[in-house]
T-cell receptor, first 112, second 117 residues
Framework: DAGITQSPRHKVTETGTPVTLRCHQT?????MYWYRQDPGHGLRLIHY???????DKGEVSDGYSVSRSKTEDFLLTLESATSSQTSVYFC???????????FGNGTRLTVT | AQTVTQSQPEMSVQEAETVTLSCTYD???????LFWYKQPPSRQMILVIR??????QNATENRFSVNFQKAAKSFSLKISDSQLGDAAMYFC??????????????FGKGTHLIIQP
């Protein structure tokens, strides 16, 4: 299995509070991704990174920001959490543009 | 934009029988990759099978095989000799070949597969 660790595994937070989710990889892969999974929507891309300090927006990026200061870490931040951001968040990595994505075990975030 | 459609929200099959999950996609690209991922109740996303669009031969992985029809933009997954452990959500996904670009996967909404003992 690809070495991907997401933390925390579960989190409950209140509306309006900032939240940061962490993705850590030990594979030295160049590409990293954040997805959210919601019933009836499958997985949707939030942001992705193609190198240290190189990031771009995905399909559902509003309300989210990311940072990648090291190859192994990709952080997803909700500046002010809303109930619509209650979801399961997955991090994924890929060694190149031809490869499949390998996923972490997800973070379940509940915003009350 | 690319879209992936899985028209079967739920499928049920008897243990040891064969089941086919459907997937269609829309793209104007000629070079791309298609995948099936499995998500059991543990929530883990597991790669089941991969198909390169430039290959005419259908991919197979043990009991899992695909029927890839490029002209029809169809990519179905066949599971033979279904086992209880195959029960899961199955997602079809598409990735364009971007020559070094970072494009991720576009997913369908999933098919929930139930295995009847």
């Amino acid at each position: 299995d690809a070495g991907i660790t997401q933390s925390p595994r579960h989190k409950v937070t209140e509306t309006g509070t900032p939240v940061t989710l962490r993705c850590h990889q030990t594979e030295n892969h160049r590409y990293m991704y954040w997805y959210r999974q919601d019933p009836g929507h499958g997985l949707r891309l939030i942001h992705y990174s193609y190198g240290v300090k190189d990031t771009d927006k995905g399909e559902v990026s509003d309300g989210y920001s990311v940072s990648r200061s090291k190859t192994e870490d990709f952080l997803l931040t909700l500046e002010s959490a809303t109930s619509s951001q209650t979801s399961v968040y997955f991090c994924a990595i890929s060694s190149n543009s031809d490869s499949p994505l390998h996923f972490g075990n997800g973070t379940r975030l509940t915003v009350t | 934009a690319q879209t992936v459609t899985q028209s079967q929200p739920e499928m049920s099959v008897q243990e040891a029988e064969t089941v086919t999950l459907s997937c269609t996609y829309d793209t104007s690209e000629s070079d791309y990759y298609l995948f099936w991922y499995k998500q059991p109740p543990s929530r883990q996303m597991i790669l089941v099978i991969r198909q390169e669009a430039y290959k005419q031969q259908n991919a197979t992985e043990n009991r899992f095989s695909v029927n890839f029809q490029k002209a029809a933009k169809s990519f179905s997954l066949k599971i033979s000799d279904s086992q209880l452990g195959d029960a899961a959500m199955y997602f079809c996904a598409y990735r364009v070949y971007s020559g070094g670009g970072a494009d991720g996967l576009t997913f369908g909404k999933g098919t929930h597969l139930i295995i009847q003992p």
